[in-house]
């Protein structure tokens, strides 16, 4: 049995015997370095162990707390518990230190001694000893006793003059010590004081790879170095995303500077970028008898009370509905000719309407190629199909293309929008943190999504920017989407999918107001100052007007 087969049969066990197997001390039982990771295994290891132990009550209350994102703090509290154990561990190490340097010296210094009062000792140097010691007792004496009068001293520093004839080494190790605890004393003072700074160092330590300033180290590869190497070798084109500092690990990526990297590092980078799809038990017995139904209508039409339960049901109503209308228009979502204003209409527009039905609040969504006027989004494309903004603020955090007409092939345009996403997000990025600020840990942990849909396939994309001047553009979920009766089968998978997302804006929606509260709250650092985690867009130069020469139009 392999090393990580092993590793999956103890994780099983853990949930299926342990008293308490909550994410929290299943990432420490464990060990995880990453949070994705850590998520992505408790998943599937609970799902194997509720297959195991279908009525067990404790794994139950852990799905039914997993799905509603109960423990969603939780890997924040491991790393807390990372942090607290490696300070503990970085004291304890420099203690010991100090402690064997400090008994090091103190020999040292008694060996010298004892050979310098030796039986060959002076009279001379016997003498010039006690009066050091005599000088040293003095000063001892008049800070601790300044109440006391002359002739009290005198005579304490004579009785002490007696004793030091007798007790050289015992004396020289005393002046010795007492010399030597101020530098101890500095030594531990300074590592006590400076102990929060080396938590924020620990910091760089919890995920898999290694932060140190602009350096993202992947499998002993330093990816900001290389970046910026890659730039400075000669012009590069402006459709590759590094060009942008946004590092394009999507499937299918023609990145240029992502496949000069080593292979090894590339599958590092890569690693669990995928997110489980949420439960729809609830409503699969409903979709599956939808999928066998011969008479689509009269299924939607008798089921709409019973769908009127909460957003999610009513939304799969909706689903359902959008698809038998366009079947008896003949399948228009099957039309060759069918545009993409008409798709987007018809389609996409009420069905992410219907999505994000009760959430008008939190966020506001615009939709059909709204105009940005300012100059660092000319650079992504004059208009948006699609935008989420926060509620009051109207800070975009999330967009969505639709690249072309549903039922045609057209590359180009998919690569633009792809290309036109991933700035987009980082464009928003750089406005939250322009706007409030904000420390670099913190950043670290926002997540932007974009919705794409392609070619009657929808997709789903995360933007990151976990390193100092790096964004990391990856590709989470993606689903096929039916269209006409043969493939409504694709629709519990893609229901699935729809779902996932508008779960996962609401997380980004929530970390953006806790970092926004953080930001407001709390003076960064210089060095830990969000402005240094960001880079500007290059934007691309607005044509120049021609002048007229001698009232004439220049040619």
């Known amino acids: 049995m392999t090393h990580s087969k092993t590793r999956r049969e103890k994780q099983r066990s853990y949930l ?37 132990a279908p009525d067990s009550k404790k794994l139950l209350n852990l799905r039914r707390k997993w799905d509603n994102d109960e423990y969603r703090d939780d890997w924040a509290c491991y790393k807390d518990s990372l942090e607290d154990r490696k300070a503990n561990r970085k004291v304890k190490k420099r203690k010991r230190e100090a402690h064997i340097s400090f008994h090091e010296q103190l020999d040292g210094g008694l060996d010298g001694k004892s050979r310098q009062t030796g039986d060959t000792t002076s009279d001379n140097d016997r003498e010039l000893v006690n009066n050091d010691d005599t000088s040293f007792v003095t000063q001892t004496e008049s800070t601790s006793s300044d109440n006391d009068d002359d002739n009290s001293n005198i005579s304490l520093v004579a009785q002490t003059q007696t004793e030091t004839t007798t007790t050289d080494n015992y004396d020289d190790s005393k002046k010795f010590v007492s010399s030597l605890a ?112 011969n008479e689509f209508r009269n299924f939607v039409d008798e089921s709409y009370l019973k769908t009127r339960v909460n957003n999610k049901t009513k939304f799969v109503w909706d689903y359902l509905n959008i698809l038998v209308e366009s079947f008896e228009r003949d399948n228009d979502l099957t039309n060759y000719n069918l545009s993409e204003f008409g798709y987007r209409e018809i389609f996409f527009t009420p069905l992410i309407r219907s999505l994000f039905r009760g959430t008008h609040r939190e966020m506001n969504i615009y939709f059909g190629n709204r105009k940005k006027k300012d100059g660092e989004d000319r650079n992504v494309g004059r208009k948006i199909d699609i935008i989420w903004s926060m509620k009051l603020t109207d800070l975009e955090f ?49 997540k932007l ?18 390193f100092r001047g790096l964004y990391i553009f990856c590709e989470v979920m993606r689903s096929k989407l039916p269209t006409n009766e043969v493939e409504i089968g694709l629709i519990l998978q ?19 107001r806790k970092y926004i509260q953080d930001a407001c709250t709390r003076t960064p650092d210089n060095n830990e100052n969000a402005h240094l985690f960001i880079t500007l867009t290059d934007l691309t130069p607005e044509k120049k007007k021609v002048q007229p020469v001698n009232g004439k139009k220049r040619k």
């Not at 308490?20 to 001390?25: G, S």
């Not at 929808?458 to 920017?465: A, D, F, G, K, L």
């Not at 893609?494 to 953006?512: C, I, P, T």
Request: charged share 25%; proline share 5%.
């Open 182 to 293: 101020p530098q101890i004393e500095i030594v531990l003072g300074d590592f006590i004081s400076n102990e929060e700074r080396s938590n924020d160092e620990l910091d760089a330590y919890v995920n898999e790879t290694i932060r140190d300033g602009n350096k993202w180290i992947v499998c002993d590869t330093d990816v900001r170095d290389l970046l910026v190497k890659w730039k400075q070798e000669k012009p590069r084109p402006r459709t590759d995303l590094a060009f942008y500092d946004i590092i394009d690990i999507t499937p299918g990526s023609n990145s240029d500077f992502v496949q000069s990297l080593p292979n090894d590092a590339v599958q590092d980078m890569k690693q669990s970028k995928r997110f489980p799809t949420p439960n729809v038990d609830e409503m699969k017995n409903y979709i599956i008898d939808f999928i066998k139904t």
């Open 16 to 52: 299926l015997n342990h008293a308490d197997p909550r994410p929290l001390n299943f990432f420490s039982r464990f060990k995880y370095r990453s949070s994705s990771n850590a998520y992505h295994d408790y998943g599937l290891r609970l799902n194997r162990a509720l297959q195991e």
């Open 398 to 446: 999330s967009i969505g293309e639709i690249s072309g007409p549903p039922n045609q092939l057209d590359h180009s345009h998919f690569f633009n929008d792809k290309i036109k996403i991933a700035k987009m997000l980082k464009v928003s990025i750089n406005r939250i943190v322009k706007k409030y600020g904000g420390t670099g840990m913190d950043l670290s942990l926002v």
């Open 494 to 512: 893609s229901v699935s999918v729809f779902l996932k997302f508008k779960e996962l804006l609401g997380k980004s929606l929530a970390d953006l």
């Open 449 to 466: 999504y974009g919705l794409h849909v392609y070619y009657n396939e929808v997709i789903v994309y995360e933007m990151s920017i976990p």
